[in-house]
């Protein structure tokens, strides 16, 4: 029976409506030629080498082709696979995509200069159609092509290393530890910090003059002297009986002031008028309280890892028995002595409260300074809870301290970005730039008769802050 709409039958028996499907042509394929294994030399690459202006080694010739087990270039190409060598326009040729090897079907293969849409800027001249002409190699765009490939390092090209392969702009990313002491060793070696010593803390055996020290030890010992011959030879002890009780006087005082004398001076520093830096005249000795902010270089911790500091203060204690090990050269038993201490100290902003000015405090660069930060106990560490911290046996991995039978504390200080502070230093203006820096002699801070306080002396620029824990902090 006819029908007027044509329709023709399939391989499988059914009988489908419409014409026959015309075969289409096949397009040509390039076959790939296996090339010999270069070993990575780019010497042995033939055209890649001349774009590194390397000569060529020229005892063999070479054609193109996949590279059997070569490395994958990455890093100067942006990752993409590199072809090398010169494709025959009849049917031989090489090429890969995304580093693998392969047989492709190519209308025209163009390297060279890319514009932002990923497409070469000069056409290379040549028949067109199946035949491939020979790639122009020359160098890539910065600009990174559309083409939706992700590569790793950087996008310009980069040196290479002896075996002709780049060398990696990014690898794994580094262990927590490893950052850890990347860190503190860039805060040892900066410039910018200033690292603070024990030398730096208020002492009253360190500030009390020593030609006035001698000179009453001499006296005294003039005084038992005669004091004795007196009493040995006419039988009076009067004299004695004065040079000793004077004795105790002077003895009293100067524990006094040994054990009292820094609670004394943070006293005075928080009675100590602010100034206010609108109206103080350059190189005037001034007060000023207000919020602080982190300069150049900003700060951690180095135990809590508290980040953002204008300073910061981590010192490690040891309690000595009977038979226990000193911590230091004058550490005498029955007494807590320092063992270690970190303590950084770099250029910050302070806003003063009475004007709302900015100024730059200098005590980064080696400057003097003289801190009276209060420190909290982080962790006490006895025999029996040693296992119990581990971020503590780290720590002292880090330093390569040792943690056998020992009784130590940690304590830590610190002044985060967006404290109240108080800081007493010389005001310099150079030209719209106001600055505190460390004045040229040190400050005296007068006896305190009320107090039986003798006169100290302060040196360099003096921060006053008190425990971070007790306080709060202003975002900014």
């Known amino acids: 029976m006819g029908s007027r709409f044509p329709s023709h039958q399939l391989s499988n028996g059914l009988y489908v409506s419409g014409k026959p499907e015309q075969p289409k042509e096949k397009t040509p394929t390039m076959s790939s030629v296996a090339m010999p294994y270069t070993g990575g030399d780019i010497k042995k690459s033939g055209e890649l080498g001349k774009m590194f202006d390397i000569p060529m080694d020229g005892s063999r010739s070479r054609k193109s082709g996949p590279m059997t087990n070569a490395p994958i270039r990455t890093g100067s190409f942006g990752g993409a696979a590199s072809h090398s060598g010169q494709l025959n326009s009849a049917s031989r040729g090489s090429a890969s995509i995304g580093g693998v090897p392969g047989s492709v079907s190519l209308k025209k293969t163009n390297s060279g200069p890319l514009n932002k849409h990923g497409e070469p800027l000069k056409k290379s001249s040549g ?28 996008i310009t090209s980069g040196p290479l290393n002896s075996s002709g392969a780049p060398r990696k702009a990014s690898g794994p990313l580094e262990s927590s530890t490893g950052s850890m002491k990347l860190h503190s060793v860039s805060i040892v070696n900066n410039q910018g910090v200033t690292h603070l010593s024990q030398d730096d803390e208020y002492s009253f055996r360190k500030s009390f003059p020593k030609p006035i020290l001698w000179a009453i030890i001499l006296l005294f010992v003039m005084g038992f002297i005669a004091g004795g011959f007196i009493l040995g030879a006419v039988r ?24 009292w004398g820094r609670r004394a001076i943070t006293g005075f520093i928080s009675t100590y008028p602010d100034a206010e830096l609108r109206t103080a005249k350059d190189g005037q000795f001034v007060k000023v309280s207000g919020v602080v902010t982190c300069g150049n270089v900003p700060l951690e911790s180095s135990f809590q890892r508290v980040s953002r500091c204008v300073y910061t203060s981590t010192s490690l204690y040891e309690y000595r028995g009977w038979d226990s090990k000193a911590a230091n050269p004058t550490h005498r038993r029955f007494t807590w002595g320092l063992r270690t201490l970190e303590r950084h100290v770099g250029d910050f902003y ?24 209060d420190e909290s106990v982080v962790i006490d560490i006895n025999p029996s809870n040693r296992d119990m911290s581990p971020d503590f046996v780290r720590w002292l991995g880090e330093r390569n301290l040792s943690s056998d039978e020992r009784i130590m504390r940690l304590k830590e200080g610190y002044i985060k970005e967006g404290t109240t502070v108080s800081v007493m230093g010389v005001v310099q203006r150079n030209e719209n730039v106001l600055m505190i820096v460390p004045p040229p002699e040190p400050f005296s801070t007068g006896c305190q008769w009320s107090k039986c306080i003798l006169p100290a002396s302060l040196e360099g620029i003096v921060l006053r802050c008190e425990d971070n824990s007790k306080i709060d902090v202003v975002p900014v």
């Open 350 to 373: 302070i806003s003063d409260f009475q004007s709302g000015l900015r100024a730059l405090v200098k005590t980064g660069y080696g400057a003097r300074v003289t801190p009276y930060v």
């Open 236 to 259: 009076n002890p009067i004299l004695l009986v004065v040079v000793v009780v004077l004795f105790a006087v002077v003895a009293t005082v100067f524990t006094w002031n040994t054990c």
């Open 127 to 154: 028949p067109q159609g199946t035949a491939v002409s020979r790639q122009n190699s020359g160098p890539l765009a910065p600009v990174l092509p559309a083409t939706g490939l992700i590569t790793s390092g950087p």
